[in-house]
């Protein structure tokens, strides 16, 4: 979609197969499923790139066509019936008197005072400060980041364990 920012977290799946899908992945685990020879099995996996999804394998090539993600949006304001104003790059940009602001007020109000502020040529650093902090607020309510468990036993990424290595007979030297 044109107005992404992030991706919210575990909620890619494949609906074919209803399995989640594996990722993100990192650059190392992208790699050896692009590259490597080994098999990877029927899960489909996914990395973020420049706030895109790659998928492995590619949807309708393989055994799925039918993805689904959750995301949220870069759009802080949208069109009176709700769809989002974003204009050329992905910039959030208002379009007309009747838009509408999505995020807390106290947030648009700071923005507003501090950049009034530095208009009239006046001390702004508190204004600015606040707006900061609640800017950042709004964006750290959610995103996307890999879930990392604390346990052995959990599901996730393996490539290479010791259920699919043999105790011997692999190496150097060995026939």
Not at 57 to 62: E, F, H, Q, R, V
Not at 117 to 133: C, I
Request: negative net charge; proline residues 6%.
């Amino acid at each position: 979609p044109s107005d992404i920012r992030s991706f919210v977290n575990a909620t890619q799946w494949d609906r074919n197969f209803r399995w989640p899908m594996l990722g993100p992945l990192s650059p190392v685990e992208w790699q050896v499923i692009v590259s490597g020879i080994s098999p990877v099995g029927p899960r489909i996996r996914f990395r973020v790139l420049d706030g895109k999804m790659e998928i492995q394998p590619l949807p309708g090539t393989a055994q799925t066509d039918q993805i689904a993600y959750e995301y949220v949006s870069n759009a802080w304001c949208t069109q009176s019936d709700g769809t989002p104003r974003v204009a050329s790059g992905g910039v959030c940009k208002w379009g007309a008197d009747t838009d509408l602001y999505l995020w807390a007020e106290d947030t648009q109000r700071f923005g507003v005072k501090w950049r009034y502020l530095r208009a009239k040529g006046l001390d702004y650093s508190e204004e600015l400060r606040a707006w900061e902090d609640a800017r950042d607020f709004q964006l750290s309510t959610s995103g996307a980041s890999r879930s990392l468990r604390m346990n052995a036993t959990a599901n996730g990424l393996h490539f290479l364990n010791y259920d699919n290595v043999p105790d011997s007979g692999y190496g150097y030297g060995h026939s």
